[in-house]
């Protein structure tokens, strides 16, 4: 016979539920960032936003994994750019409709880049 072990549940940091979530830690509520997050909280988060995450999906502020994301270029052209705060949609709207030379560039570099991946893939 075997002996069943209990399920044990898997938490995290609040750091690193708000990465999965893709939002800024220090714009969620204070109840997420005062403790720890589990497996099924994190999918029940997922899959049914609360108002506040939603929220900050929509409007922010965003983290710069987002931020570059929604820019089109990567986290080391924001850096380029001297863009070190998170930024909100209006911002990152506003920063599309300006199309500053740097975007344009920070967005070549990272076209050319997933160019040569996908080359290399292809071998």
């Known amino acids: ?3 069943s072990k209990p399920k044990t549940v898997q ?8 990465k999965k979530l893709g939002v800024l830690l220090a714009a969620t509520p204070e109840e997420f960032r005062a403790g720890v997050v589990s497996r099924d909280e994190l999918n029940a988060l997922q899959s049914a ?20 994301a929604k ?14 705060e998170p930024l909100t949609t209006a911002e990152i709207e506003q920063l599309k409709a300006e199309n500053p030379e740097w975007l344009e560039r920070e967005r070549g570099i990272q076209a050319e880049a997933r160019r040569e991946v996908a080359r290399l893939k292809q071998r």
């Open 11 to 18: 938490t995290m940091k609040p750091e690193t539920a708000a």
């Open 49 to 68: 936003p609360p108002a506040w995450l939603a929220d900050l999906r929509r409007n922010g502020p965003h983290p710069r994994q987002v931020v570059a």
């Open 1 to 3: 016979m075997t002996s």
């Open 71 to 84: 820019l089109g270029v990567s986290i080391s052209g924001l850096a380029r750019a001297g863009i070190t």
